[in-house]
């Protein structure tokens, strides 16, 4: 919708529920945020993955999205690791500094392409624009149509963080879980590719990784 990403709706939706930075703090926001932005990067060819599963920016690529730079500079500064290696040990790691800085350059693209406002380290998102993006993931999940692929990411995002809870009413809330797990269980979907599948298999894992550490 509006020429958003995944990445930038699912930002919007959290900012939307707790308007701070430090929203992102939360370990299963902040999982789903890593994962989201990893996946950007090896759809656009920016980075790709080692036979031993290992992150790698790729050695002729285009510049990455303005908001995805910082953290294409730390996989590239790091030795190669893991997508589930890398995103629990950022998001594990006490002060959270590297997810606040990849936050950080998300919201300030948000602000300056004009679909957020910021005032004293408060942030507002558009509350039209972000009713009609839950609007349309909601009829995509209710419609006897096969959802998007974006829409499925959309709802991998808010179903993993927990936000979904907080964002739709308790029957809609249990409806997009459903469809999701109908979505990603059968083979009849042919927008919805076998990455995607991983993806939220591999995010749910992450989740449950970072959620029992004290």
């Given at each position: 919708m509006d020429g958003l990403t995944y990445t930038q709706e699912f930002v919007l939706c959290v900012l939307n529920q707790k308007p701070k930075l430090s929203a992102f703090k939360d370990r299963k926001i902040a999982a789903c945020l890593l994962l989201s932005e990893i996946v950007e990067l090896l759809r656009?060819?920016?980075m790709d993955l080692t036979p031993a599963n290992r992150m790698v920016i790729a050695q002729v690529s285009k510049a990455p999205t303005d908001y995805l730079k910082p953290i294409t500079d730390d996989i590239k500064k790091g030795q190669p690791q893991t997508v589930s290696n890398y995103v629990r040990d950022s998001v594990l790691s006490v002060r959270r500094r590297r997810v606040t800085k990849f936050a950080q350059a998300i919201c300030d693209a948000l602000v300056k392409d004009g679909y957020l406002e910021v005032d004293h380290k408060t942030y507002y998102d558009n509350q039209t624009l972000t009713d009609r993006i839950l609007t349309q993931l909601y009829n995509d999940a209710?419609?006897?149509k096969e959802p998007s692929e974006k829409n499925s990411m959309l709802a991998i995002l808010l179903v993993n963080s927990g936000l979904i809870h907080?964002?739709?009413p308790k029957d809609e809330a249990q409806t997009v879980e459903l469809r999701l797990k109908e979505v990603m269980r059968s083979d009849q979907y042919h927008?919805?590719?076998d990455v995607t599948k991983k993806i939220n298999?591999?995010?749910a894992a992450i989740i449950d990784a970072v959620s029992f550490v004290h």
């Amino acid at each position: 919708m509006d020429g958003l990403t995944y990445t930038q709706e699912f930002v919007l939706c959290v900012l939307n529920q707790k308007p701070k930075l430090s929203a992102f703090k939360d370990r299963k926001i902040a999982a789903c945020l890593l994962l989201s932005e990893i996946v950007e990067l090896l759809r656009d060819g920016t980075m790709d993955l080692t036979p031993a599963n290992r992150m790698v920016i790729a050695q002729v690529s285009k510049a990455p999205t303005d908001y995805l730079k910082p953290i294409t500079d730390d996989i590239k500064k790091g030795q190669p690791q893991t997508v589930s290696n890398y995103v629990r040990d950022s998001v594990l790691s006490v002060r959270r500094r590297r997810v606040t800085k990849f936050a950080q350059a998300i919201c300030d693209a948000l602000v300056k392409d004009g679909y957020l406002e910021v005032d004293h380290k408060t942030y507002y998102d558009n509350q039209t624009l972000t009713d009609r993006i839950l609007t349309q993931l909601y009829n995509d999940a209710t419609a006897k149509k096969e959802p998007s692929e974006k829409n499925s990411m959309l709802a991998i995002l808010l179903v993993n963080s927990g936000l979904i809870h907080q964002i739709f009413p308790k029957d809609e809330a249990q409806t997009v879980e459903l469809r999701l797990k109908e979505v990603m269980r059968s083979d009849q979907y042919h927008l919805i590719s076998d990455v995607t599948k991983k993806i939220n298999r591999d995010l749910a894992a992450i989740i449950d990784a970072v959620s029992f550490v004290h």
